[in-house]
């Protein structure tokens, strides 16, 4: 079954921090995806991208850097962190039409 | 962009009884339409998916897809408290990317 794994599962910073989320997937999927989470707005997706070194940007891009460095690997990098990015973010990876979600990384913005 | 709809937001049922979750949508070259489970702290797990009008069965699951007008539904026999999950409609959009658009989901509570 496809494997996805993110780091930290649990994040706190500060105001203006520097904040990366890391997702890592073993099973040579091309696509990859970063979505938050909050209640009343359900996922949106923030960046995704089809193979190593491409970067497609989402719905909800502002504040957010992505990197996508092997087909395995997809960072999510928040240079200045804000309150307003306090969420449950979630990396995917898919084939065929499905998606297979991550455990999951709250992070925290005091 | 994809607007995905969901309805009832939260529903309380008693267990066996027969769930049905409606989901909407805006696109009618939309892909194909994908339902998800998500349990509480976890990842949202891909449960049925449909590309053509009709109807498909798995097990417990039916889902029934009608594109002319835009709906789509999910249909739980025998819910079970082990159901008790947000469910999730997901539409893939035909813009060449796979892009994924979800709804805001329903809660789904089975009374033992």
């Known amino acids: 079954e496809a494997a996805v794994t993110q780091s930290p599962r649990n994040k706190v910073t500060v105001t203006g921090g520097n904040v990366t989320l890391s997702c890592r997937q073993t099973n040579s999927h091309n696509y990859m995806y970063w979505y938050r989470q909050d209640t009343g707005h359900g996922l949106r997706l923030i960046h995704y991208s089809y193979g190593a070194g491409n970067l497609q940007i989402g719905d909800v891009p502002d504040g957010y850097k992505a990197t996508r460095t092997t087909q395995e690997d997809f960072f999510l990098l928040l240079e200045l962190a804000s309150p307003s990015q306090t969420s449950l973010y979630f990396c995917?990876?898919?084939?065929?039409?499905?998606?297979?979600f991550g455990p999951g990384t709250r992070l925290t913005v005091l | 962009q994809e607007k995905v709809q969901q309805s009832p937001e939260s529903l309380i049922v008693p267990e066996g009884a027969m769930v049905s979750l409606n989901c909407s949508f805006s696109d009618s070259a939309s892909q194909s339409i994908w339902w998800y489970q998500q349990h509480p702290g976890k990842g949202p797990k891909a449960l049925i998916s449909i590309f053509s009008n009709g109807n498909k069965k798995e097990g417990r699951l039916t889902v029934y897809l009608n594109r002319a007008s835009l709906h789509v539904s999910l249909h739980i026999k025998d819910s079970q408290p082990s159901d008790s999950a947000v469910y999730l409609c997901a539409v893939i959009s035909n813009t060449g990317y796979q892009n994924f658009y979800f709804g805001k989901g329903t809660s789904l509570t089975v009374i033992p």
């Open positions: 995917a990876s898919s084939v065929g039409g499905e998606q297979y």
